[in-house]
């Protein structure tokens, strides 16, 4: 008998309900496999944890019932014309109306605690049936439908965040929606929309068709990525790969370097399988718009993430010196007010002054996709040295807050700039109510 056969007899072996050469082929599985039986303590434990919860239940409603029945048996005789099953139901149907509400509410309340016990004692039966085998990967975060199955031939169905997968499970996401998953070995696994992959084993993973980005974590086991057209082996940590299912494979590598058939691909290069034969290797150009779809799981993750101020700094570098450059800036405002932030820490940081050009064209891009709450940088900004700079966050404040304090682009290019750059600072202190100053203006 194995795992697979003996998973849908657990419950009616606990239960005593197996015939005896079925019973016996049980025991002699569960003599030899360590992990069934460890499932099968676990949940005979669980249903132990189940009847004591619901003990004190069962004596309360015993005597519950007991008191209507010494309540009709107290009363004054009344002539009954019948006593029927009929009438004993009705009796204590007006017994039950009789009861005071103190009574009522310690019933409501003791009902909630067993149906709360009951959620409980589910959860931890499908931990244990995920512990059962080993849980390989979670769900961290996803910005639309993701579904999973235990097997190849099972049914989908839709998981959560935090959502735990075991080895050999199945992840599909629909067609437009991204995720991330942290793995059990420190990897993250984010997959593009309309993709799906199996998560075989620990830092083993077939992609069976879309597109998956891989940040390895460092191991002395080998991390594999298989497709029907070749297998790929993680040397290093950031991987790109678009599988279309029986045409080519192509794998991008962002950091590190990878192994694919006899080829070995450095950082900064990609590689083709087409028809199962592997292609020499050429350079990647622009990778941060190769893998920009990343960039919507990125911005999950928070405004201050440290991948996102490296992604919107290489997309800055990329604007001027490329005939792309009108992509690389729509990237960006496609960000959102999530680029807020790494747009005014570069602005801010002593490496942008080496490249006056592109530290305009961050103040630019900011002054229009900044939202409210940069108001207090904006102040801050407002200040710098560089009169360009200066213009397009007085541009920025006029956006968000309406407001010139009469101060036009004049007075921003003159020599005496900080006269306007004070104004703006004794209005923000001015509306200190609308527009918190944060203890830290680089945060």
Same mark, same amino acid.
């Given at each position: 008998?194995?795992?697979a056969?003996?998973?849908?007899r657990?419950?009616?072996h606990?239960d005593?309900?197996? *015939? ?21 303590e676990? $949940?005979? *434990?669980?249903?132990?944890v189940?009847?004591?919860?619901? *003990? ?16 009709f048996r107290?009363?004054p ?5 019948? $006593?029927?099953?009929?009438?004993a ?12 509400? +103190?009574?009522?509410?310690q ?18 039966l499908?931990?244990a ?16 439908a ?11 169905e ?8 075991p ?6 996401? *629909? ?19 309309a ?5 075989? /084993? ?29 297998t ?5 940590? #950031?991987?790109?790969i ?17 192994r694919? !058939? ?7 290069y990609?590689?083709? %399988?087409?028809?199962?034969? %592997?292609?020499a290797?050429?350079?990647a ?6 893998t920009k ?8 993750k928070? /405004? ?5 101020? &490296? ?7 990329? &604007? ?10 729509a ?6 007010d ?12 002593p490496?942008? +002054? /080496?490249?006056?050009n ?9 002054a ?10 904006f ?8 009169? #360009?700079?200066?213009?397009? $966050?007085?541009?920025?404040? #006029?956006?968000?807050t ?5 101060? !036009? ?5 003159a020599q005496?700039f ?7 600072? /004794? ?17």
């Amino acid at each position: 008998m194995t795992c697979a056969e003996f998973e849908p007899r657990l419950g009616a072996h606990l239960d005593g309900q197996l *015939a005896g050469d079925e019973r016996a082929a049980v025991d002699a599985h569960l003599a030899s496999c360590d992990a069934c039986r460890q499932a099968l303590e676990g $949940i005979r *434990a669980q249903h132990q944890v189940l009847e004591e919860a619901f *003990a004190s239940d069962r004596r309360a409603n015993e005597a519950l019932a007991g008191r209507v029945v010494d309540a009709f048996r107290g009363r004054p005789r009344r002539r009954l014309w019948f $006593i029927s099953g009929a009438a004993a139901a009705a009796a204590l149907l007006l017994g039950l109306l009789l009861l005071r509400e +103190r009574e009522l509410s310690q019933l409501r309340g003791r009902l909630a605690r067993s149906e709360e016990s009951c959620r409980a004692l589910e959860e931890q039966l499908r931990c244990a049936a995920i512990g059962a085998k080993t849980q390989v990967a979670r769900l961290s975060v996803a910005t639309g439908a993701v579904e999973s199955r235990a097997r190849a031939d099972g049914e989908w169905e839709a998981v959560g965040p935090g959502g735990g997968l075991p080895e050999g499970a199945w992840v599909r996401t *629909a067609p437009r929606s991204k995720c991330s998953f942290d793995c059990s070995d420190g990897t993250e696994l984010r997959l593009n929309g309309a993709t799906e992959i199996c998560l075989e /084993k620990p830092r083993a993973v077939r992609l069976a068709r879309g597109e998956m980005f891989t940040r390895v974590a460092h191991d002395p086991a080998r991390f594999t990525v298989t497709t029907d057209q070749a297998t790929i082996e993680a040397l290093g940590t #950031q991987l790109n790969i678009v599988h279309r299912p029986s045409e080519s494979t192509v794998l991008t590598v962002i950091e590190g370097s990878a192994r694919m !058939g006899a080829q070995t691909i450095a950082s900064g290069y990609l590689c083709k %399988v087409v028809g199962g034969k %592997v292609q020499a290797p050429v350079p990647a150009h622009q990778l941060a718009l190769l893998t920009k779809w990343v960039n919507e799981i990125v911005a999950l993750k928070g /405004k201050d993430s440290p991948e996102l101020q &490296i992604r919107v700094n290489e997309l800055l570098a990329q &604007i001027g010196r490329t005939k792309m450059e009108h992509l690389v800036e729509a990237e960006i405002r496609a960000l959102g007010d999530h680029a807020a932030l790494p747009l005014t820490r570069y602005i801010q940081s002593p490496e942008s +002054r /080496k490249d006056g050009n592109r530290r305009r064209d961050a103040a630019r891009i900011l002054a229009d996709i900044a939202s409210s709450p940069s108001v207090p940088d904006f102040v801050a900004l407002v200040g710098d040295e560089d009169p #360009q700079v200066r213009l397009e $966050i007085a541009r920025g404040l #006029q956006r968000l807050t309406g407001q010139t304090l009469g101060l !036009g682009e004049k007075d921003w290019t003159a020599q005496d700039f900080a006269r306007g750059a004070d104004a703006w600072k /004794k209005w923000l202190q001015a509306n200190e109510s609308t527009w918190s100053v944060p203890s830290n203006p680089k945060k």
